[in-house]
């Protein structure tokens, strides 16, 4: 059964940092070009950042850029992402999935707030 459990998030104070974890079972990540994904009350769903599995390319979104990491441990069969400098507007639900994918986990809540 194919799976990612997203968790790490918190609430941690702004200029604070965070790290997430995409944990997959049921098939490797390697093979696969993931993102993190994040929803706001009241907003859409959003890319937030994304590893590609063929060449390695890495995208993350202009708002985030300079402040989030994303990165693979295939030996873990997990992807991560880093998240330094954070900001009251980073609030939201982060998901982590496999492109195209239809189906979503249950995320986790990162709050940033003093």
């Known amino acids: 059964q194919v799976q990612l459990v997203e968790s790490g998030g918190g609430l941690v104070q702004p200029g604070g940092s965070l790290r997430l974890s995409c944990a997959a079972s049921?098939?490797?990540?390697?093979?696969?070009?993931i993102g993190w994904f994040r929803q706001a009350p009241g907003k859409e769903r959003e890319a937030v950042s994304c590893?590609?599995?063929?060449?390695?390319?890495?995208y993350y979104a202009d708002s985030v850029k300079g402040r989030f990491t994303i990165s693979r441990d295939n030996a873990k069969n997990t992807v991560y992402l880093q998240m330094n400098s954070l900001k009251p507007e980073d609030t939201a639900v982060y998901y982590c999935?496999?492109?195209?994918?239809?189906?979503w986990g249950q995320g986790t809540q990162v709050t940033v707030s003093s």
């Open positions: 999935n496999v492109l195209g994918r239809p189906t």
């Open positions: 049921g098939f490797s990540l390697d093979n696969y070009a």
């Open positions: 590893i590609y599995s063929s060449d390695g390319k890495l």
